[in-house]
């Protein structure tokens, strides 16, 4: 299973954007990446899912290199309610698919 | 997305009872789910993958006599902690892996249970 790296924290300001880095350098071809946000007492959210390029949605875009080797998650105009901790995983396409979870990143934005 | 629930969200219990945390995925059916624990400010922590129909697969360190997991349905997965001690306090956290578009999967999290152990 590949491993992630991500900062341990990041601060921001409301109404900024925010771009969180992830580096999957042993990431293999079956491997897709998964980005997920932690509030304190609460299970994981998923946010958003891809494979290569750049995928986007209502909350965020993910975007990926041709080398896969990082994923770059990007928060527009984040509010005081986007400080959580927020995990990149890399998961196998396959019947073994399980997800481990790295350190994650804790975001704090401020007013 | 899909839509993955816990019961209870909370449970005190004694020492030496045994305390059934349940999983359910409300709007798919899942043939795999996972269980996780987190301690506070901590990282989740993977214990084991339940398949419907066959026994769970326990990760390195976790025991299985300890931590009961039964998977009898597509949309229900059972965590048990036997004999429970104060140690076992912590957070238990349940996923289900939903398939899309016959190939395309993603992990959807229950909301967790708080266990307490006195």
């Known amino acids: 299973l590949a491993k992630t790296t991500q900062p341990i924290s990041m601060d921001s300001y409301e109404g900024q954007e925010v771009n969180i880095t992830c580096s999957h350098n042993?990431?293999?071809?079956?491997?897709?990446i998964t980005w997920y946000q932690q509030f304190p007492s609460q299970g994981p959210r998923f946010i958003i899912q891809g494979y290569k390029t750049k995928v986007t949605n209502e909350v965020a875009s993910l975007f990926i290199p041709a080398d896969r080797k990082s994923s770059t998650l990007s928060l527009p105009r984040v509010s005081l309610s986007d400080t959580a901790v927020y995990y990149c995983l890399v998961g196998l396409m396959d019947s073994s698919y399980k997800l481990i979870f790295g350190s994650g990143t804790r975001l704090l934005v401020r007013p | 997305g899909a839509v993955v629930s816990q019961h209870p969200s909370r449970v005190i219990c004694k020492s030496g009872t045994s305390v059934k945390i349940e999983c359910r995925s409300l709007?798919?059916?899942?043939?795999?789910m996972f269980w996780y624990r987190q301690f506070p400010k901590k990282s989740l922590m993977l214990m084991a993958t339940?398949?419907?129909?066959?026994?769970?697969?326990?990760e390195q360190g976790v025991e299985k006599d300890k931590f009961l997991i039964n998977h009898a349905s597509l949309t229900l997965s059972t965590l048990t902690v036997t004999s429970a001690h104060p140690e076992d306090s912590s957070f238990y956290i349940c996923s289900a892996r939903e398939f899309r578009d016959g190939w395309q999967e993603t992990q959807y999290f229950g909301p967790g249970t708080r266990l307490l152990v006195l």
């Open positions: 042993n990431i293999a071809t079956n491997d897709y």
């Open positions: 709007d798919f059916q899942a043939t795999t």
């Open positions: 339940s398949n419907e129909g066959s026994k769970a697969t326990y």
